[in-house]
């Protein structure tokens, strides 16, 4: 069956360090998510990404974080400037379709700021 | 703004012991809900997805519903299990936000 994958698995970085994680949905998926969970907290959304642009984001999304789709199977978070508040997990999602869809989760990178 | 909340925070049964998770939202003007599962230290595993137009869906042992103008999902667990211990999620896609999520109910089910 399918899978979102996701790389690393766990990443350490000093803070201040930039940091890219990566994502490789499920092919013929057309949207793609990332979402936050601090330990403890609940699942946060971060952004969606439809034809090669944002199509929404949330307050978290600062300028400090970016996402691509570099080519047609990955699909990255970039954090430039990691603080220690941006230890968490971090799940990639894909959705087939529109909002009427599953969404299918990776099994998240765990960021570790030091 | 959209809130999820979940009832109990935390539960536990002795196993086949059938047993029902709530979730509560906000604002009734949702696209779905969707539950998943989630093992300690792991990703988020799709359970059930209800339409804003169900009322309920089935997987297995799993019976999901939903009554959308008061704003409540259910999540039933028939004859529970040991492997069902996790955190269960409920997350709703309404509005500009594609999933807001409650923070979870862990079952424990106790052989």
């Known amino acids: 069956e399918p899978e979102v994958t996701q790389t690393p698995s766990h990443q350490v970085t000093q803070m201040g360090q930039e940091v890219i994680l990566r994502c490789v949905p499920i092919?013929?998926?057309?949207?793609f998510y990332w979402y936050r969970q601090i330990l403890g907290q609940k699942v946060e959304f971060l952004v969606s990404?439809?034809?090669?642009?944002?199509?929404?984001k949330s307050e978290i999304f600062d300028d400090q974080f970016s996402v691509e789709r570099p080519d047609g199977s990955n699909f990255t978070l970039k954090i430039r400037s990691t603080k220690l508040e941006d230890s968490a997990m971090y799940f990639c999602?894909?959705?087939?379709?529109?909002?009427?869809?599953?969404?299918?989760f990776g099994p998240g990178t765990r960021l570790t700021v030091l | 703004k959209q809130e999820v909340t979940q009832i109990p925070a935390a539960l536990s049964v002795p196993e086949g012991e059938n047993l029902v998770l709530n979730c509560s939202f906000t604002?009734?003007?949702?696209?779905?809900l969707q539950w998943f599962r989630q093992d300690p230290g792991k990703g988020l595993t799709s359970l059930l997805l209800?339409?804003?137009?169900?009322r309920e869906q089935t997987s297995g042992r799993l019976n999901a519903s939903l009554d959308k103008s008061s704003g409540r999902s259910t999540l039933y667990i028939a004859a529970s299990q040991p492997g069902d211990s996790a955190t269960y999620l409920c997350?709703?896609?309404?509005?500009?936000?594609?999933?807001?999520f409650g923070k979870g109910t862990r079952l424990s089910v106790i052989a």
């Open positions: 092919s013929n998926h057309l949207y």
């Open positions: 209800i339409q804003s137009s169900q």
């Open positions: 997350a709703v896609y309404s509005g500009n936000t594609p999933l807001v």
């Open positions: 990404f439809y034809n090669n642009e944002i199509s929404e």
């Open positions: 604002d009734s003007a949702i696209y779905n």
């Open positions: 999602a894909s959705m087939a379709g529109g909002r009427t869809d599953t969404q299918y």
